[in-house]
């Protein structure tokens, strides 16, 4: 889906930064990838208690890498961390990666969620998939919705998935104190994506169809509908033009849950492996003030989050298939 009248700002909007989508031409799943061919200091924070990764160890501030030349956000859980493998082969053929010696060794972290049950492990994104969201890739990419890591999004699961709606991929950026922060988001969590008024814009839906509050509804007596671990996650990448050590960089990306927490309901539960990448290109040339940025950091997620239900809603419709007869959206 493009970016339309409602368009809130794009992860582009930070110097130094291309994203490009691969979507699955036939069923909801594909990737999405961040370059920053020339480098970008990285951080990571995990928060969610059923994570799928690759390469985050090395994004410790006390590990010898420094910088990173792309992030890959994915579905496909663990089976889509292969988009990595797409990424890295790219990124070399090009000459950009960490010099050891002669060799250049690209380093792409990845996070996915989990949206196989609509579709399955065959169809699961893959190397080609990720080779395809690098082509893509752009320095001004606006979409939004059902593309890439988000085309098979859900949220509102936690009642069950029969219950659930459309989640999806969201954007959105400021300029604060003279750099640009920006957000990407794909929102696929067991919770509710509310807006900043507390009202639910997608999540579990009652009898009548429409969006209702989950937390709600379990303290009025109902149980979790049985979602199994690992079932959801919301993933994504705060970045910055500022320039920022890999300690900032990791704080940055800690402070930006504080979004998933204000716009997700319930969040960081035992079935979402939420996960949040920073990134610094430093492409403005001036040092981040960490006080600022962490302040509006949470915000300029939450925006993404909201972003991305919205967006996805015009979206074409589809099926929980494997899971339920039930439809989505």
């Known amino acids: 889906m493009n970016a339309g009248p409602d368009d809130i700002g794009s992860l582009c909007d930070v110097a130094g930064l291309k994203v490009g989508h691969y979507t699955h031409p036939e069923v909801p799943t594909g990737c999405s990838v961040v370059l920053c061919e020339a480098g970008a200091v990285a951080g990571i924070a995990v928060h969610g208690a059923a994570p799928g990764t690759r390469d985050t160890d090395l994004l410790r501030p006390e590990n010898t890498v420094q910088q990173v030349h792309a992030v890959m956000l994915t579905g496909g859980s663990a089976f889509g961390l292969a988009t990595a493998d797409g990424a890295m082969r790219w990124l ?39 080779r395809a969201a690098c082509e893509a890739a752009t320095a001004s990419e606006r979409s939004r ?61 009652g009898a009548d169809g429409r969006p209702r509050s989950a937390v709600r509804a379990l303290l009025d007596g109902e149980r979790p509908g049985g979602a199994l671990a690992g079932s959801a996650t919301t993933i994504g990448v705060i970045a910055t033009d500022a320039r920022l050590t890999k300690a900032q960089a990791t704080k940055l990306a800690q402070i930006a849950h504080d979004g998933l927490a204000i716009a ?47 967006a996805a809603a015009a979206g074409p419709s589809f099926r929980i298939e494997r899971a339920t007869e039930g439809p989505v959206g």
């Open 92 to 130: 070399a053929e090009r000459g950009h990666g960490f010099a050891v010696g002669e060799i250049r060794v690209p380093i792409v972290p990845a996070a996915v969620l989990f949206d196989l049950w609509l579709h399955g492990v065959d169809t699961a994104p893959d190397g080609a998939a990720g």
């Open 145 to 205: 919705g059902s593309v890439g890591a988000g085309a098979g999004a859900t949220v509102g699961k936690l009642l069950g998935v029969e219950r659930a709606m459309k989640g999806g991929l969201g954007m959105a950026s400021v300029r604060v104190g003279g750099v640009t922060l920006a957000a990407m988001v794909a929102v696929n969590p067991v919770g509710d994506v509310v807006d900043a008024a507390g009202e639910v814009v997608a999540g579990t839906r």
């Open 264 to 310: 997700i309901r319930p969040v960081h539960t035992v079935m979402d492996g939420d996960v949040m990448f920073a990134l610094a290109t430093g492409a403005a040339e001036v040092d981040g003030d960490l006080t600022l940025l962490g302040a509006v950091a949470a915000e300029v997620v939450a925006r993404a989050i909201v972003d991305a239900v919205r």
